[in-house]
């Protein structure tokens, strides 16, 4: 004789949220643990350094309180390298998201051939920076490379790493040229979930592309210019890579970042408290602005994308 084990009404629910919990522990704690490891405790330790005095020679490590923070906000170096961190934000994450938004939809228009072209603008994206950085920095290179030799005997300027003018767009020049492909794999993602049948509609009632574009294909792609944008700007004002291998900061600290502020403070000149504030600033200037996109178009745009 078969018995059958009844289990009570309230232990049921009690056992599957108990495995529900279970479950989610495991799925989510490899991800817990990462950001705890990789952004949670640099954070801290960015703070806990940034009020020490600590000399990696000697070990000697003595409480500093507000005094760093003191003496890099009064230095001329900070300020210099977050106007030269903006202005480059300013010319590379319009170049970028405009760019590969005309990428992405000239390859969606193309039909055949997509993967290739997708391909194509997305491999600077796949390659080490800093090697690239050593190419273009040939490219820039006086009196002999590509751009004196062509459009700078138009405009008459024969060394654009040299000028205090010209060198941080150049160095602009090759962010924008290596986060393109980023923006276009983000926009051509955002492309393939527009609504077919709104955009058949438009056809029908005779709609020209730039009404198609705007009417349909912009608003529903609100969430991947929000993630675009996000990113981009993000990684433009951690630029470090090209600036250290193409300009080391200069001329006259003209393309000094802060990135690389930070790294010349705490690894050349081992200034690990100065470095730490420097990275603190960095960390508030990129949270700021992020927060002020999504608060002024992110909303926006997602409930535009998920209509």
């Known amino acids: 004789m078969t018995t059958t084990t009844v289990v009570p009404p309230d232990e049921?629910?009690?056992?599957?949220?108990?495995?529900?919990?279970?479950?989610?522990a495991a799925l989510l704690g490899p991800a817990f643990a990462f950001l705890i490891a990789f952004v949670v405790?640099?954070?801290?330790?960015?703070?806990?350094?940034?009020?020490?005095?600590?000399?990696?020679?000697?070990?000697?490590?003595?409480?500093?309180?507000?005094?760093?923070?003191?003496?890099?906000?009064?230095?001329?170096?900070?300020?210099?390298?977050?106007?030269?961190?903006?202005?480059?934000?300013?010319?590379?994450?319009?170049?970028?998201?405009?760019?590969g938004l005309l990428i992405a939809l000239t390859i969606r228009a193309a039909g055949r051939g997509a993967g290739l072209w997708r391909t194509a603008y997305f491999a600077p994206t796949a390659a080490t920076l800093a090697a690239m950085s050593v190419v273009w920095r040939w490219l820039f290179y006086p009196h002999a490379g590509v751009f004196d030799e062509t459009l700078g005997r138009l405009v008459g300027q024969d060394s654009w790493l040299g000028s205090t003018t010209l060198a941080l767009p150049a160095v602009a020049i090759v962010g924008s040229w290596a986060g393109i492909g980023s923006c276009v794999v983000m926009f051509l993602a955002g492309l393939s979930n527009v609504p077919a049948h709104l955009e058949d509609a438009a056809r029908i009632d005779r709609a020209g592309a730039w009404q198609r574009f705007w009417s349909v294909i912009w608003p529903a792609i609100g969430p991947a210019t929000t993630f675009a944008l996000v990113i981009t700007t993000r990684d433009s004002l951690r630029v470090y890579d090209q600036v250290?291998?193409?300009?080391?900061?200069?001329?006259?600290?003209?393309?000094?970042?802060?990135?690389?502020?930070?790294?010349?403070?705490?690894?050349?000149?081992?200034?690990?408290?100065?470095?730490?504030?420097?990275?603190?600033?960095?960390?508030?200037?990129?949270?700021?602005?992020?927060?002020?996109?999504?608060?002024?178009?992110?909303?926006?745009?997602?409930?535009?994308?998920?209509?």
């Open 12 to 24: 049921r629910p009690r056992r599957l949220r108990l495995r529900e919990a279970r479950v989610t």
């Open 41 to 99: 405790l640099p954070v801290l330790a960015v703070g806990v350094l940034a009020l020490l005095n600590f000399d990696p020679l000697s070990q000697e490590t003595s409480f500093a309180g507000l005094d760093n923070w003191r003496r890099v906000l009064a230095g001329r170096e900070l300020w210099q390298a977050t106007g030269n961190t903006l202005l480059y934000t300013a010319l590379t994450v319009p170049v970028e998201v405009v760019g």
């Open 244 to 307: 250290r291998v193409m300009t080391e900061g200069g001329p006259q600290q003209s393309t000094s970042t802060l990135s690389f502020l930070a790294w010349q403070r705490g690894v050349s000149y081992l200034d690990i408290g100065g470095g730490s504030v420097i990275n603190a600033v960095l960390l508030v200037l990129v949270l700021i602005t992020v927060a002020v996109q999504l608060r002024l178009g992110g909303r926006r745009w997602d409930k535009d994308g998920s209509r």
